[in-house]
């Protein structure tokens, strides 16, 4: 019976699907199959997408700022000082020496004073051999304030053995590096440089980045360690910094060059790979998504002009009953919003049991998930109500049709 | 019919002087227009139908009853002539004004027990006032349910309108077309498909709302026995109405 909250055009749209049943049944499956795919694949793309992203800026900043590079000079003639010809010019870039940022410790503070930016972390890095009796290893050393840079990159959860607390005497290595030299947790190495400097330190920790290579190079000090194994007293060869917006990097790169005159990559300038792939898989996606949107579009728009050819004598005789246009015109509208609206509700969930299924099936070599899924209300919240807005614009071409039906005709049938 | 609770939201027709409730002027119906096919079916019909009228309307198959009916009913607009409805003149109405008019003032039961199946027997007889007030309401069900009881159906009126026999869906066409308590209502060959007992049934029901509310009725038949029980009757011969 009626309920008296539920407007007329509801009650007539609702009972007129409930009759259609199995033609019902057929075209919320078809919209259910449709949402689910683009449920399933949209969370696994931004899950995919969210994973990269996580697994880039754990292992690094997102802003560097670097000196400025040497660049080539044409050698000129200086006696034709006027003339700008350039005669037997060589032109070779220069070797690339140890630079310092000019003033760091002013830019320093000055970037800390932006409101976008939460860490900015100084370190001295340079290339380096350490040697372990007749064993020998080229290593990149980073020398670091390790309070601001274990902000940046959380070193202290990649330690596997020993801890991460460095003192002037103290290194870092990765697992790779302390295999192959033998070393561990309380030994000591010889590191020395191209300039002839020789330091002996003590190996503290020993880290897992998670890349092979990186554990066989990367090698962490303490920065006044490093700025005199590296002949670079009191500079720096890079600011590290954080931001609070990942995605607003660049934004923030280009107003500290601005503002400092310092060169700052961005973490989104340095993974413009990555965002090529992601620009692709985007527009894919996209595509995608129309295509799925059209064919459900026009899936509820056939079935509801199905239902209006079905139900023209009923149209008729409402109307004879004064039951006006606008009213004939919503009740059909509303059967298209519902289809597309219960056929999102089920294909959201089918794409939950996919993607819940992925997650179970779907794993690394050893066990653990391929990354992690998360799911997002948004996602579900934004396919409902694009089904929903769907079946509306779908049914508006039948539901035009339904209202300007005429009644004599409709009712002769 | 004293138990039946006024239809919720029907417009009150003021009584009019003359009583005249229909008023057709040289009114002309012409199918196709513009093509090659053009048909006129109604030729210049005049008619006035006053309140508490019961008038049978007869006539050879395709002479244009079921033409004239629906013009009456504001369901099709005349080629040529007016129709003033409750004093209202018609022609320059627009399809809302038209609707409004239908629902509140007229009543319609066609030949083909034309029900909604999706309903039930009592929504069926809802259906007018649900259309008008946009919402269900308890009075409106109570109205339902007294017409139900007056067609004598209580006992199925929650069975779903296909499921009822052509007679009892007839009965509920009837208490249906008389849901918001019409000044006019319209039936085309309302028993045509009935056997004499359903088609008597239907009739006497017609027959009783007319003589205790004064619901004005043109009742269109091709037997002449029931004919005979109404107070006039219009013949419709080639498009042309006669007494
Ligand atoms: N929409 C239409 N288009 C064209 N011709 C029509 C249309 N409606 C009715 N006609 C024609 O008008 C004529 C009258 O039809 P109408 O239905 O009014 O006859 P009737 O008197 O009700 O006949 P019956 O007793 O068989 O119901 C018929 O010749 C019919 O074919
Ligand atoms: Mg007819």
Redesign the interface.
Known sequence: ????????EW??AI??L??GRLQTLFIVVGVAIGVGVIVFMSALLSGLQANFIRRVLSAQAHIHLLPPKEVARALRRGADAGNREVEGAIVQPPLQRLKSIDQWQAVAEQIRAMPEVTVVSPVAGGSALVVRGSASRAISVAGIEPDQYYRIVDINAKIVRGNGRLTATDMLIGTELADDLGVDVGDKLRVTTASGAIITLTVVGIFDLGNKGANQRSTFVALHTAQSLLGLPGGVTSLEVTVRDVYGAEVVAQRITAATGVEADSWIKTSAQFFAAVSAQTTANTAIRFFVGLSVAFGIASVLVVVVVQKS??I??????????G?ILRVFLLQGGLLGLSGSVAGSAIGSLALLLWQRYARNADGTPLFPMTFDPALFTAALLLATLTGLAAAFAPALRAARLD??VA??? | MADVAPASGAVTVPPLASAVVVQLRGVRKAFNVGTPIETEVLHGIDLSLHKGEFCAVMGPSGSGKSTLLNIVGLLDRPTAGTLTVFGEETTTLDDRALTRLRGHNIGFVFQNHHLITAFSALENVMMPMLGAAGFASKAMRQRAAGLIENVGLTAWQNNLAGNLSGGQQQRVAVARALAMNPALVLADEPTGNLDTRSADEVFALLRRFNQEQGTTVLFVTHNPALAARCDKTIQVIDGLASK
């Open positions: 019976m009626f309920k008296p909250w539920i407007p007329f009650i007539v009972r007129f409930r009759e004598r009923e008729g005789i409402l109307r004879a009953m004064g039951v006006s246009q009213q009644p004599v009712i002769r049938g």
